[in-house]
């Protein structure tokens, strides 16, 4: 069967990863037969600085919300898979009161 998982991010060449994602799959399979997993947190790059951009970048429900909408666009498909906070965000309240917290990209 091939490969049936790939996994990108947002911030991954500014957005760049994601549509090539959605291409090499637009062109070789059918959606129903892979999974797509993406990442959320850091802002994509847009000549803003994060501090500039608090909606944009972090874990707002604003900035979640806002950022699979263009990971939607960006991969060409109208659901995703598996969505994934990139790293934890120590600037976003609200962590204490989730039992569990899993980021592709913690330290232990």
Partial sequence: MGITFFD?????????GEGIVARALGEMVRREDVVIATKVSFAVADGAARSDRPNRSGLSRKAIMTEIDHSLLRLGTDYIDLYQIHRFDP???GAG?????RASSMYA
């Fill in 8 to 16: 990108t991010a947002d911030s991954y060449s500014a957005g760049t």
């Fill in 91 to 93: 600037h976003t309240p």
């Fill in 97 to 101: 009161k989730a039992r569990c917290i």
